[in-house]
């Protein structure tokens, strides 16, 4: 039985020095619950912790020892940008077979049923991982996410934070990039640089390097959040906080 083709935004990746300060800081301001921390992750050098904002699951990784792929990002980026974009899908090893054709390698395929997840490699997809995954019987929003834990599902809130609606990109040549990532994961790219998945946005705009570079959150009272980020330390501007590498930008 085939299942008719899909393209959704599953999750986001982002890499810290330390993991406690940044769930922490997440979970405070955000308003957002940890559903899981996976000791599957230990043996790549890494601990994480996956917090569900509404069906999009946000995940913070952090290296223990040195050597990991994730610690050599941090000190080859300064500790700026977001680590992985995750879509789930009905096909990713064809999603993946489509990259390698235009000169994609893949960089990791993770075959723990019943998920099924072929990651990209960073260097070749620009900026970020891109990673696609499957999990049988998982092609309802809610279903089944081995990686989030048996039961992410009880841990989403929306009191404070409704909706991930938003992942800007960046690069010298916004453009080009936009029609690469299209390219890559079947979507293409608008007019105005954008890639629309359906529960999300891929935005493409200027900047110095080609990095994630910000996450944008529809949030009940954006003032009263911003007010406890800045509570937290947190440098404000506008509506926007350095956080996880990536700025996070709320209205």
């Known amino acids: 039985m085939t299942m008719a083709p899909y393209m959704r935004l599953r999750q986001i990746c982002l890499v810290a020095p330390q993991l406690a300060p940044v769930v922490a800081d997440i979970a ?5 619950s940890v559903c899981y921390r996976d000791g599957n992750v230990a043996k790549y050098g890494l601990e994480n912790a996956l917090l569900p904002v509404d069906t999009i699951l946000l995940e913070v990784v952090a290296p223990f020892k040195d050597g990991t792929t994730a610690g050599r990002f941090i000190e080859k980026t300064g500790g700026r940008g977001g ?3 995750i879509f789930c899908c009905n096909d990713p090893d064809e999603r993946g077979r489509n990259a ?3 000169g994609v390698r ?3 395929v993770i075959d723990h049923a019943p998920y099924h997840g072929v990651q990209l490699h960073p260097r070749d997809c620009r900026a970020a991982f891109i990673e696609f995954n499957h999990t049988e019987g998982s092609d309802d929003i809610l279903g089944a996410y081995p990686p989030a834990g048996p039961d992410w599902q009880k841990y989403i809130r929306k009191d404070v934070t409704q909706a991930l609606t938003t992942v800007e990109m960046q690069s010298p040549d916004p453009q080009e990039l936009a029609a690469h990532w299209g390219r890559i ?14 529960n ?10 080609e990095i994630m570079s910000a996450l944008e959150f529809r949030v009940t009272d954006p003032a009263s959040l911003l007010h406890v980020a800045k509570a937290r330390g947190l440098a404000v501007a506008g509506h926007e906080f350095l956080l996880g590498g990536v700025t996070f930008r709320v209205g």
């Open 106 to 108: 893949t960089a990791n």
């Open 83 to 85: 680590y992985m974009a």
């Open 100 to 102: 390698n054709a235009m």
């Open 28 to 32: 405070e301001i955000m308003g957002l």
């Open 185 to 198: 994961i079947g979507i293409p790219p608008n007019a105005g640089a954008e890639l629309k998945l359906p």
């Open 200 to 209: 999300a946005t891929f935005r493409f705009v200027e900047g110095a390097s």
